[in-house]
C-alpha cells in the first residue's frame, strides 16, 4: 500500500510532482497568454502549451511509475519525447514565419529529419533491440547535430539574422537550450546506458526533471516573451 503514494523521504519522486505540476500550470499560462498577443504569435504560444500538455499527462505517468517501481520510466520519456521534440522544433520554424521570414520548407523537414533520427537510434540504443548500443548512441549523436548545424549554421540560422532584434535574442537563446540544456540528454545516455551504474537512478532522473523544466518550460517562456514584446503594451 504505501509503495502506492509518494513518500516524504522520495526526493527524486518529490521533482517528478513538481514538474508534472510546473507543466500543468504552464499549459494554462501559454494558452491564456496566447489569447492576448498579436495574431501572427498565438500559433507559437498554442504549440508551446502543448508541448507543456503532452509532458504534463506524460509527467503523471511517470511519476507513478517512479513511486511504485523506483526505476526509470523509459518508454514514457521516449513517447513524449516523440511528441514534444518535433513540436519544439517547429517552433523554431513558426517564429521565424511569424516574423515575416520566407526560410523555406526545407530548414522544417531538416529539423524533423533531425529530430526523427535522434529519437529513433535513442531509443533502439536502450531498449537494447540495436544490440551495439554505442553505435546507437553515435547515429542518434548524428541526428542532433544535424539540428544544431540548421539552427546555427544552416537556412533556419541565417533567416534568422535577418530577423528584427527581438526575434534573434529569442532565436539565440533557443538554439542555446538546444545545444546546452539538451546535452543533459546524451549524458545520461552515456551515464546510465552505455556507463550502467556509474550513476545512481535517482539521479538520473531528478537531472532528467530538471531538465524537461528548462527545456520545455523555460524555452515556452522565451517564446512567450517575444511575443509580449513584439505585440507591444496596447494588448496587455
Ligand atoms: C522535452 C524533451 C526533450 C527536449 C528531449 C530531448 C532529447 C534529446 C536531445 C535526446 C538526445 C539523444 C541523443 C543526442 C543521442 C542518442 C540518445 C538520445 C536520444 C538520449
Do not use: C
Request: aromatic residues 14%; negative net charge; without cysteine.
Amino acid at each position: 500500500m504505501e509503495k502506492m503514494f509518494l513518500q516524504s523521504g522520495d526526493f527524486t519522486g518529490v521533482t517528478f510532482w513538481l514538474v508534472s505540476i510546473a507543466m500543468i500550470a504552464s499549459t494554462v499560462f501559454f494558452l491564456y497568454e496566447g489569447l492576448t498577443v498579436k495574431k501572427e504569435w498565438r500559433l507559437s504560444l498554442l504549440v508551446a502549451g502543448l508541448v507543456t500538455l503532452v509532458a504534463a499527462v506524460h509527467y503523471d505517468y511517470m511519476r507513478d511509475f517512479w513511486v511504485v517501481t523506483g526505476e526509470t520510466p523509459v518508454v514514457y520519456r521516449y513517447i513524449d519525447w516523440l511528441i514534444t521534440v518535433p513540436l519544439l522544433m517547429i517552433e523554431f520554424f513558426i517564429i521565424l514565419r511569424a516574423a515575416g521570414s520566407k526560410v523555406g520548407n526545407g530548414s522544417f523537414v531538416r529539423l524533423l529529419f533531425g529530430t526523427l533520427i535522434m529519437l529513433l537510434f535513442g531509443f533502439l540504443g536502450e531498449a537494447e533491440i540495436m544490440t551495439n548500443q554505442a553505435l546507437a548512441f553515435g547515429l542518434g549523436m548524428v541526428g542532433w547535430a544535424i539540428i544544431i548545424y540548421e539552427i546555427f549554421a544552416g537556412a533556419a540560422g541565417n533567416a534568422a539574422k535577418e530577423a528584427n532584434e527581438a526575434v534573434r535574442s529569442a532565436f539565440s537563446a533557443m538554439r542555446w537550450i538546444v545545444l546546452v540544456g539538451w546535452a543533459i540528454y546524451p549524458i545520461g545516455y552515456i551515464a546510465g546506458v552505455l556507463m550502467e551504474g556509474a550513476v545512481a537512478t535517482e539521479s538520473l532522473n531528478v537531472v532528467y526533471n530538471l531538465a524537461d523544466f528548462v527545456n520545455k518550460i523555460l524555452f515556452g517562456l522565451i517564446i512567450w516573451n517575444l511575443a509580449v514584446k513584439d505585440s507591444g503594451e496596447t494588448s496587455h
